[in-house]
């Protein structure tokens, strides 16, 4: 079975400041990773993928997330938040070969003016 | 380029009463899902069609039925609603694993 976690509910951080968002994992074999990001009275959009390669993934709106295999971790970042970047952000996994994503809980994240 | 489109955006029904659910994407995707999305507890998957006449049981199946006649379309039932089906219900799309879904809009269903 394959799961994820989001350890925080909520993030609040002041704009222009670091953001991070955790996600951890598990799941058999090799995983793709994905986080994405929903609005108020939104549909989930894409922010970015880990497929393989390079274990900093570059996404829409300046985020990023790093994939750490023996952590099995991919946090997402964001060196400067802006007050728009205030939402739900989801990571997801899937294994390798499948067809069915699983997603963590979602954590809020407020950033402050 | 509609991408996936959900209708009804809004529906009240009392209890007992019967609905479906319409969700349609233009992309030519195999793979189509619905999930209910509920405060606390993340996305969950009810039902999900790897390819048109298919349809399998995700993680939260009991009370909703679905069907795939037709490639682009992806249907969900509720025969008999229940105040617990009061949700935000997600239909999604995908090529397969490798790239990730397209979400629909929502539907937010109210049951009485």
């Known amino acids: 079975a394959q799961s994820v976690a989001q350890p925080e509910d909520q993030v609040n951080v002041a704009e222009g400041n670091p953001l991070t968002v955790k996600c951890t994992y598990s799941?058999?074999?090799?995983?793709?990773l994905f986080w994405y990001v929903q609005y108020p009275n939104r549909g989930l959009q894409f922010l970015l993928k880990y497929i393989t390669g390079d274990n900093l993934v570059k996404g829409s709106y300046g985020f990023e997330a790093e994939f750490n295999k023996s952590q099995t971790s991919f946090h997402l970042k964001k060196p400067s938040a802006l007050v728009s970047d205030s939402a739900l952000y989801f990571c997801?996994?899937?294994?390798?070969?499948?067809?069915?994503?699983?997603f963590g809980g979602g954590t809020r994240v407020l950033v402050k003016p | 380029n509609a991408g996936v489109t959900q209708t009804p955006k809004f529906r009240v029904l009392k209890t007992g009463q019967s609905m479906t659910l319409l969700c349609a994407q233009d992309m030519n995707h195999e793979y189509m899902y619905w999930y209910r999305q509920d405060p606390g507890m993340g996305l969950r998957l009810i039902h999900y069609?790897?390819?048109?006449?298919?349809?399998a049981k995700g993680e939260v199946p009991d009370g909703y039925n679905v069907s795939r006649l037709k490639k682009q379309n992806f249907l969900l039932g509720l025969e008999s609603a229940a105040p617990s089906q009061t949700s935000v219900y997600f239909c999604?799309?995908?090529?397969?694993?490798?790239?990730?879904?397209?979400f629909g809009s929502g539907t937010r269903l109210t049951v009485v």
């Open positions: 997801a996994v899937n294994k390798a070969a499948g067809n069915k994503l699983t």
């Open positions: 799941v058999s074999g090799n995983p793709y």
């Open positions: 999604a799309s995908s090529y397969g694993g490798l790239y990730g879904y397209t």
């Open positions: 069609s790897v390819g048109e006449g298919t349809t």
